[in-house]
T-cell receptor, first 114, second 116 residues
Framework: AQSVAQPEDQVNVAEGNPLTVKCTYS??????LFWYVQYPNRGLQFLLK??????LVKGSYGFEAEFNKSQTSFHLKKPSALVSDSALYFC????????????FGTGTQLKVEL | DTGVSQDPRHKITKRGQNVTFRCDPI?????LYWYRQTLGQGPEFLTY????????KSRLLSDRFSAERPKGSFSTLEIQRTEQGDSAMYLC??????????????FGQGTRLTVV
């Protein structure tokens, strides 16, 4: 079975500071990893994905994520946070050859303050 | 708008009634997924289609739930004899399966169901 853990329910950062949203995963095969963002009363918007190759993945709106196989982590980062980044962030995993469903974490609420 | 479209956006129904939701995927996408999201949780997989074939169903999809994608385009999700525990956001997503590679899934804005 595959699973995703997002250990922080909420992350608070000041605008202009770097942000990190943590994600760890557990799978029995090779993982495909994803980050999605959800604004209030909206669906999920795709931010970035790791399939293979370079461990540092760049995505939308200046976000990036680093795949670390030894630590089974895929943390989301941004060098300089904006108030408009405040939203709910979900990490998800899909296993190659193991079906096509995404398994999501419980989400991390990011709050960026002035 | 060429994104995933879901209708209705909100539905309030009385316990015991049947409800049906519609999803229109991105036109060139051959895979369509249904997820359910409850407050404070991440989306949970319900089922998915490749073209018109329903290829996988979660154990969450009880006998009261049925999904169809009759022509490989839009899909419907029906819940019969709704229960208060069915109250949730129902999300539809679509993706392309090309040459053994699956693109990322793009989500619609969801249908929020409230059972009273």
């Amino acid at each position: 079975a595959q699973s995703v853990a997002q250990p922080e329910d909420q992350v608070n950062v000041a605008e202009g500071n770097p942000l990190t949203v943590k994600c760890t995963y557990s799978v029995s095969g090779n993982p495909y990893l994803f980050w999605y963002v959800q604004y209030p009363n909206r669906g999920l918007q795709f931010l970035l994905k790791y399939i293979t190759g370079d461990n540092l993945v760049k995505g939308s709106y200046g976000f990036e994520a680093e795949f670390n196989k030894s630590q089974t982590s895929f943390h989301l980062k941004k060098p300089s946070a904006l108030v408009s980044d405040s939203a709910l962030y979900f990490c998800a995993v899909r296993v190659t050859g193991g079906g096509n469903k995404l398994t999501f974490g419980t989400g991390t609420q990011l709050k960026v303050e002035l | 708008d060429t994104g995933v479209s879901q209708d209705p956006r909100h539905k309030i129904t009385k316990r015991g009634q049947n409800v049906t939701f519609r999803c229109d995927p991105i036109s060139e996408h051959n895979r369509l997924y249904w997820y359910r999201q409850t407050l404070g949780q991440g989306p949970e997989f319900l089922t998915y289609f490749q073209n018109e074939a329903q290829l996988e169903k979660s154990r969450l999809l009880s006998d009261r739930f049925s999904a169809e994608r009759p022509k490989g385009s839009f899909s419907t999700l029906e819940i019969q004899r709704t229960e208060q525990g069915d109250s949730a956001m129902y999300l539809c997503a679509s993706s392309s399966w090309i040459a053994t590679m699956n693109t990322e899934a793009f989500f619609g804005q969801g249908t929020r169901l409230t059972v009273v």
